[in-house]
Each structure stands twice: as C-alpha cells, then as structure tokens.
C-alpha cells in the first residue's frame, strides 16, 4: 500500500512558475512530465555541455530557472523544485 501512495504523490500534478512554463509548458502536471519535457528542450536546442554531457548550458529562458550559466543534471532537478508547487 505504501508504494501506491509514494507513486501517486509522483504524480500528482504541481503548478508550475511563468518562467518554467516558457520551456514545459502550462501546467499543472507531474514532476516526471515536467523533468521529461525539460530534456526535450535541452536535447532539442542542444544544450548539453559537449565535453561533459552531464552538465546542461543555459540558454536565456533556463537561466530564469536555473538562476546560472551552466547547472548538471543533479543540480536541475533540485532547482526545478523551486519551480512547482
């Protein structure tokens, strides 16, 4: 029973901020579609740090989000949080 209550927490769907909404679009939905919809922007506008895949190079909008230049991916999640509610 534990699980299932752990799972639908995951995906229950989060408002998402106006500057996150630029790159996922308007919410709300569940961190995983908005983590999922994050790589489609970075892979799409090839965002990814070329020496080190690990690390994604912010464009103008991720900068609203991300408040820096440059973030890794273990960074972005954390600081997508700061981004729903």
């Given amino acids: 029973m534990a699980t299932a209550k752990k799972n639908s927490a995951f995906m229950k769907p989060l408002n998402i901020s ?11 939905m569940p961190r995983s579609e908005v983590v999922s919809k994050m790589w489609v922007y970075i892979k799409g506008k090839n965002l990814q740090n070329p020496k080190n895949k690990r690390n994604i190079m912010a464009d103008e909008n991720l900068k609203k989000v991300f408040g820096k230049a440059e973030v890794t991916m273990f960074e972005m ?6 981004h729903l509610s």
């Fill in 77 to 82: 999640a954390k600081l997508i949080s700061k």
């Fill in 18 to 28: 106006p500057d996150l909404a630029v790159i996922v679009g308007k919410g709300p």
